[in-house]
């Protein structure tokens, strides 16, 4: 395998032209076609001498998958399955609004948080994305819509602050390259505490957004294996720590699973734990896995929940539901399709 030039920074392309006797503006021509202007072959690149061209097509690649399957939704919701340069697939999701487009996009093949009510943890986990793997989803998702994608999510398969290098990495390429406002990325995590107090320090203008969705220490331990390393005392208190270095608001995300966490004295309890934050608390209301038990609660289960947050002064959101019809909650179309798909 040649070099993989999706992933590399603008610095590191020049000294890839340089390295074939190429002046270093060459570079800064390679880094517009890989990121701005969405090349997938080298020979794409038009502007390039055709000797260069084929140099680096003798010598490099631009890394980009191929999708194995689309499927759309009535709401504009689009859901690809990418495989990947070593065979393996990964997903990621288009969501067009009215005032922004935004995505969603995988860190890992698999991931190992095996969360019990996610269509992803029943895959396992095979590996790491590296950076150009997870900038790929952005550029590929970018091909079918018009409209410039403004907002990115991190909150496809995989944990992202496990992943912590290549996702720093990424976001590094997104702002620089891309053109992506820092203000208009999100990075969700299941509360890997060591990562989030590092993270606090480098003070990014990034979303922080917390997997939370329980509130107690053995319940969430069911919910979310992974979560037995860390109590949820001690992710508030790195989330307080967060909030007070980066002066950034952070989003707890809390997804409502019928009779299980979604009664009154869950919320008043959430209240508590919240209490002083400089906090959002977004509401996902579960969208059903098959083979899963878990359900969704009723509307009027909903409204309480939020009620109870409400009059405890918490800020309180709904996630805006996309993509039902097309299995839009994280590994769903992998693990619908999986049959054709590597997982090891």
């Known amino acids: 395998m040649g070099i993989v030039l999706l992933g590399k920074s603008r610095d590191e392309l020049q000294g890839v032209a340089e390295s074939l006797g190429q002046p270093r503006f060459r570079g800064d021509q390679i880094a517009q076609w890989v ?6 072959t080298i020979m794409d690149m038009s502007n390039l001498p055709v000797s260069l ?3 680096l097509d003798e010598t490099a690649e631009i890394g980009r998958s191929s999708v194995a399957s689309k499927v759309d939704s009535e709401d504009g919701t689009i859901k690809l399955l990418l495989e990947l340069r070593d065979g393996q697939r990964i997903e990621c999701v288009l969501l067009p609004y009215e005032d922004r487009v935004s995505v969603c996009i ?7 948080a095996s969360c ?13 994305l590296d950076a150009g793997e997870i900038l790929d989803q952005v550029l590929t998702l970018q091909q079918f819509i018009e409209r410039r994608i403004s907002h990115v999510v991190y909150m496809g398969m995989g944990e992202p602050l496990l992943n912590y290098a290549n996702v720093l990495r990424s976001i590094e390429l997104l702002t620089g390259e891309v053109g992506i406002s820092s203000r208009h990325i999100t990075v969700s995590t299941v509360g890997i505490i060591p990562q989030i107090l590092e993270l606090a320090k480098l003070k990014l203008p990034i979303t922080l957004a917390i997997s939370l969705h329980a509130v107690d220490d053995e319940q969430r331990k069911r919910l979310i294996p992974i979560s037995a390393r860390y109590r949820i005392s001690d992710l508030v208190s790195a989330c307080r720590e967060y909030v007070n270095t980066t002066r950034r608001k952070v989003t707890i995300e809390y997804m409502l699973l019928s009779g299980v966490n979604d009664r009154e004295s869950d919320a008043l309890r959430l209240a508590s734990l919240l209490k002083g934050m400089m906090v959002n608390v977004n509401l996902i209301p579960y969208n059903g896995v098959e083979g899963l038990d878990f359900r969704r609660p009723s509307n009027v289960r909903i409204k309480a929940f939020r ?4 009059r405890g002064g918490i800020s309180v959101t709904q996630r805006l539901e996309r993509g039902h ?11 619908r399709i999986g049959k054709n798909s590597k997982t090891a």
């Open 35 to 40: 990121y701005r202007r969405n090349a997938r």
């Open 116 to 128: 019990a009510f996610c269509a992803t943890g029943l895959g396992g986990f095979c590996r790491n």
């Open 106 to 112: 995988s860190t890992q093949v698999g991931c190992p």
């Open 307 to 310: 009620s109870v947050l409400e």
């Open 53 to 55: 061209r084929t140099a």
């Open 325 to 335: 019809s097309i299995d839009a909650a994280c590994g769903q179309l992998r693990k």
